[in-house]
């Protein structure tokens, strides 16, 4: 059985932000500014629903979705594109594939103790962020 991925997690650390950024074409002004940026993540996890919530001093980020099923995903906030979305379980990680323009785009959480793992991708680039929960 897949983990509760519920709770509220504060940013620890990250690598390769800039590199990914480059990689959906972000100019290097914004670049540089969501590097300096440090999220966090809420997480409600109700059965095969699920809402993450990215919250920046900059503006939050909200995806809202039934595991399993495709939906179309407007990431104008973070690169201008749209994307079909499809968020399922592969053993305990929750993993994200985003079709659209950009290959090999997509992102994967998962639990090592109080730590929640973000591995995202696209084209050849991969970014990882580490989050602390809090409650």
């Not at 983990?3 to 670049?31: C, H, K, W």
């Not at 659209?100 to 639990?111: I, P, Q, S, Y």
């Not at 793992?117 to 696209?122: E, K, P």
């Amino acid at each position: 059985m897949p983990p509760n991925l519920t709770g509220y997690y504060r940013f620890v650390s990250q690598e390769n932000m800039d590199n990914y950024l480059r990689a959906l074409d972000i100019n290097v002004v914004l670049r540089k500014l969501v590097c300096l940026l440090k999220p966090d993540k809420e997480i409600i996890h109700t059965g095969d629903h699920m809402v993450i919530r990215t919250i920046t001093s900059l503006r939050d980020y909200v995806m809202d979705f039934d595991l399993g099923v495709q939906f179309e995903e407007d990431l104008g906030p973070v690169d201008g594109r749209k994307c079909q979305t499809t968020v399922s379980w592969e053993g305990d990680q929750l993993v994200c594939e985003q079709l659209g323009e950009k290959r090999n785009r997509g992102w994967r959480h998962w639990l090592e103790g109080d730590k929640l793992h973000l591995r995202m991708t696209a084209e050849d680039e991969v970014c990882i962020q580490v989050f602390q929960k809090v409650k």
